[in-house]
């Protein structure tokens, strides 16, 4: 059993983005700058992917878990380290620019298209659908859920696929996901999926077969 119930979670919402305005609107402007420079890579372009990615998650924590959900729940400040954590991990993505960003073909550039395409359009129609109106929701960039769906878009599009980068999300994927269904956000439903699908990407990335076959391929 969670610690507080619906009204009290849409209540932190309600409080959040009213305080925060106009970040909302930053953060879908920081998101499709991610997206231009996935669809067109440049040499800083990784560095820049990483960053939108860092700035998000470090706000996140800090003023949304720590500040806000704190109120409500005890274990905020322990979920706020979490996302500093995956902050800081990006800002070192950032000064290393050990990852290449772009959007791929396949499989696994199709999913993670599909993942930011959620987290951006259709998270917040489904939550409009369910009854939820603004500005009692969670809203993309600036809200754990559709944020860790976005990251997981963005990080199918990295070459190498980042292991280190993703163990923090799908923790959040679990922790988020299950809470959502005692919650009644229906929009967050799909972190539990999307946690297994990565899941599952991450585990075959590594498999010797695929190792060998790729190998093959680009010899």
Known sequence: MLPFGHDAFIGVFRAYNTAVWPAQIAAYALGAT???????????????????????WLWTGLTYHAAFFSAINR?????????VV??????WVVVTGCLDFRIRGGVRGGIGL?????????????????????????????????????????????????????????????????????????????????????ASMLLFDRCPGKSEASATTQS
């Open 75 to 83: 274990a905020a400040y322990g979920f706020a380290a979490l996302f």
């Open 86 to 91: 995956q902050g800081l991990i990006l800002v």
């Open 114 to 198: 599909a993942m930011i395409v959620y987290a951006m359009l259709i998270y917040p129609a489904i939550g409009a659908m369910a009854g939820q109106s603004y500005p009692g929701v969670p809203v993309f960039g600036v809200a754990p859920c559709p944020l860790v769906i976005f990251t997981f878009g963005v990080l199918l599009m990295a070459d190498p696929l980042p292991l280190r980068l993703l163990i923090v999300p799908l923790l959040w994927s679990l922790i988020g996901g299950s809470a959502a269904f005692l919650l009644r956000i229906p929009q967050d439903w799909m972190l539990l999926l999307n946690g297994l699908v990565v």
């Open 34 to 56: 991610a997206i231009l420079l996935l669809i067109r890579p440049t040499p800083l372009g990784g560095k820049a992917v990483a960053a939108v990615l860092a700035l998000m």
